[in-house]
């Protein structure tokens, strides 16, 4: 009663049968040029002999709130398509898959204090793993940016 007091008070208008007036059905996660994306939503950065591995804006946005980051130890190895450690948000916890084969260089200390920088900033402080690429060639198989793009938005159109 008061809302709607307050609405005519306002001349707000809020008509429930008339349809929206627009749509919302492109993916609106940041897709970055230079990077390559996995089906699985891990980005992969190759820079010299390294590559930085995390997960995509699209990802983290599904996920929701990120609470707690499990890594792998350093001179380890991954397998591409296998998964290297997990990310736990308010709402589920994911495993999280290699990209690429190689040796993992380098982790992300950082998420075990902080591990919302996943949400905040998926490619850059959220960045998880730093490999030692075994096959740079596997790099071929991922998608580009409009590629993962396009993806995303047959996927999120199919659920």
């Known amino acids: 009663m008061w809302a709607s007091t307050t609405a005519n008070a306002l001349k707000i ?3 429930t049968t008339k349809a929206p007036v627009f749509s919302l059905s492109r993916c ?60 736990e948000s308010v709402k589920a916890t994911s495993d999280v898959n290699s990209p690429i084969s ?14 919302g920088l996943i949400n905040s900033s998926p490619y850059e402080g959220g960045w998880m793993i730093k490999v030692k690429p075994g096959s740079p060639s596997e790099l071929e198989s991922l998608m580009g940016p409009k590629e993962y793009t396009k993806f995303c938005e047959e996927e999120d159109a199919s659920h």
């Open 13 to 15: 208008s809020c008509a």
């Open 28 to 87: 609106f996660s940041t897709v970055l040029d230079g990077l390559k994306y996995a089906e699985s939503h891990e980005w992969v950065k190759h820079e010299g002999p390294v590559a930085t591995i995390g997960i995509t804006d699209h990802a983290q946005d599904h996920l929701g709130e990120v609470v707690f980051v499990e890594l792998p130890e350093p001179g380890g190895s991954v397998s591409k398509g296998k998964g290297f450690g997990a990310v």
């Open 102 to 115: 190689g040796e993992i260089v380098e982790v992300n200390s950082k998420l075990t204090e902080t591990p």
